[in-house]
Structures are given as C-alpha cells and as structure tokens.
Nanobody, 115 residues
C-alpha cells in the first residue's frame, strides 16, 4: 500500500500563494491518476485538481486559473501551486492516488487563508 505525505500548508493572507507537496512511497507512474482534494469544516471533501498518468489535467471551477497541479515522476512527487488565495480556500488539503479498484489518501495538510 502506497503512503502519501502532504506538506506545505500553513497560514497565508488573501492574495498570497502556497505550494503543497505530496510525497509518495512508490512510483506515482503506477497510478491512474494523482489528485488533490480539500475539506472545509462541516463540508464534504471536494476534488480540487487531478492529473492522470497520461498528463490530462482537470480543475474544479472554483480554482481554475489560480491553482496548478504538476508532478515529478522521477521524484514521486505531486504538487499543487496555489495562487491568489481566498479565504474560501481554507481547508484541509488531501493528496490521493488512484488505481483501478482502490484509492490511497494522505493525512492532509491545513491551509488557512486570512482576509
């Protein structure tokens, strides 16, 4: 079972930037897709961005144009560059890795955007 460890969260003012990192214990190329989700207090966990093995990228409408997902297969790392952050981006951000019949999750990293 792959292990995913997120880092890079923190407190930032509105308009600022953060880059989240997700380190995988195995080859991320073995996964169908790598994803970033987020969950705000009292809300469901929502998909933020995803990148497939073939490089197809999708974003939620709420972050399109502000966030960028990328990956480094050689380092088994996935990143989420977050720019122009808004208070509504405050959430715990989770990295996930998809295989055909399973999904692995990281423990999450807190992002707090102050107004």
């Amino acid at each position: 079972q792959v292990q995913l460890v997120e880092s890079g969260g923190g407190l930032v003012q509105a308009g600022g930037s953060l880059r989240l990192s997700c380190a995988a214990s195995g080859s991320i190329f073995s996964f169908n897709a790598m994803l970033w989700y987020r969950q705000a207090p009292g809300k469901q966990r929502d998909l933020v961005a995803a990148i497939t093995r073939g490089g197809i990228i999708t974003y939620s409408d709420s972050v399109k144009g502000r966030f960028t997902i990328s990956r480094d297969n050689a380092k088994n790392m996935v990143y989420l560059q977050m720019n122009s952050l808004k208070p509504e981006d405050t959430a715990v951000y989770y990295c996930a890795a998809d295989r055909d019949y399973s999904r692995a999750w990281g423990q999450g990293t807190q992002v707090t955007v102050s107004s």
